[in-house]
Antibody
Framework: QVQLVQSGAEVKKPGASVKVSCKASGYTFTGYYIHWVRQAPGQGLEWMGWINPHSGGTNYAQKFQGRVTLTRDTSISTAYMDLSRLRSDDTAVYYC????????????WGQGTLVTVSS | QSVLTQPPSVSAAPGQKVTISCSGSSSNIGNNYVSWYQQLPGTAPKLLIYDDNKRPSGIPDRFSGSKSGTSATLGITGLQTGDEADYYCGTWDSSLSAGVFGGGTKLTVL
């Protein structure tokens, strides 16, 4: 069965960086895009970007350009989301999710990773 | 604010039917497929509807989706207390070259 398993919760100070991992199993990792979506406490879903695990190509939401980097390691079927220059309003649950195409909505989602930014 | 507009909340009695609207524009809903997600408290979103009106395997036919122009609608019949959750619409925005979501609708089954 398709599974996306994310790394554990993180606590970071303002200005630091965080790297969240997303390990895929149950399907061909390079055959589907990985999207990243975040959700601040009590708020809605916010799309951050996608990576094509086959080519390594990426597309980022304008809001996060210059602060987010999406990478992957095909040898271990794992995608990564790196967010730098963290601020308190980056406190959120970060999800990875699989999608068939770059423009299609994700079907399977990871369990989420809580990132707390606090001094 | 969210690119797609949803009502903040809807409610109905058990066994009844409810609809949730999602309004957008020609750059998103008008020219791209819409998906709907259910999010129970403390869990990840779950895909209910994709490609405007298709249900993934395992999703009961109590859930349905439709689209007309730049608006989409999620319908839920035979409401159950277990349907209490937040519901989100999502699609691609061709002008922004970005994924977009509605602000979410909280469903209360009275």
């Amino acid at each position: 069965q398709v599974q996306l398993v994310q790394s554990g919760a993180e606590v970071k100070k303002p200005g630091a960086s965080v790297k969240v991992s997303c390990k895929a199993s149950g399907y061909t990792f390079t055959g589907y895009y990985i999207h990243w979506v975040r959700q601040a406490p009590g708020q809605g879903l916010e799309w951050m970007g996608w990576i094509n695990p086959h080519s390594g190509g990426t597309n980022y939401a304008q809001k996060f350009q210059g602060r987010v980097t999406l990478t992957r390691d095909t040898s271990i079927s794992t995608a990564y989301m790196d967010l730098s220059r963290l601020r308190s309003d980056d406190t959120a649950v970060y999800y990875c999710a699989r999608a068939e195409y770059s423009t299609s909505s994700p079907d399977y989602w990871g369990q989420g990773t809580l990132v707390t930014v606090s001094s | 604010q969210s690119v797609l507009t949803q009502p903040p909340s809807v409610s109905a009695a058990p066994g009844q039917k409810v609809t949730i609207s999602c309004s957008g524009s020609s750059s998103n809903i008008g020219n791209n497929y819409v998906s709907w997600y259910q999010q129970l408290p403390g869990t990840a979103p779950k895909l209910l509807i994709y490609d405007d009106n298709k249900r993934p395997s395992g999703i009961p036919d109590r859930f349905s989706g439709s689209k007309s122009g730049t608006s989409a609608t999620l319908g839920i019949t035979g409401l159950q207390t277990g349907d209490e959750a937040d519901y989100y619409c999502g699609t691609w925005d061709s002008s922004l070259s970005a994924g977009v979501f509605g602000g979410g609708t909280k469903l209360t089954v009275l």
